[in-house]
């Protein structure tokens, strides 16, 4: 029970920042086990106002490629990790890294810098796996730092 109020309370909060994308996809994506690229690349360009609701997870992809901002070799289906994720993060949001971030540019460095600014809480190894319900409260957290203008 503690687990679908908490989804709920999510879901809610993030409907507002996503501006009327599907419900049901947005659901769907909440319910993922393991967060897909596409799932993700479907958020953090619909939080950012980058697609319209019309899109899919597919055409959100070819649009992280086209901004320069997309992971190479992965399919819209495959699942992504921590790292993968922030690293998503951090180019959307044109975050600025600390010093090795800034050199190398991998998922390594930008789950750091997203643990270090509080965008990830708990546990944050790169390599870990991220659900559907993690990966909304991530970017949810992003957009909230954002728009305060802390990230």
Known sequence: MKTIVMATGLWLLMVASLAGQSAALI?????EDR???GSAAYLLLGVTEQITEEQTRAEAV???????????????????????????????????????YTIVQDGRYAARELEFRRV??????????VNGERGLRILNRALALREEGRI
């Open 35 to 37: 967060l897909t690229y």
């Open 62 to 100: 070819e649009t992280l490629a086209d901004l320069d901002a997309g992971l190479r070799d992965l399919d819209v289906e495959d699942p992504i990790n921590l790292g993968e994720l922030s690293l998503l993060v951090m180019r959307v949001f044109e975050i600025e890294g600390g010093l090795f």
């Open 120 to 129: 990830i809480q708990g546990e944050a190894f790169p390599t870990m796996r």
């Open 27 to 31: 659901d769907e994506i909440l319910a």
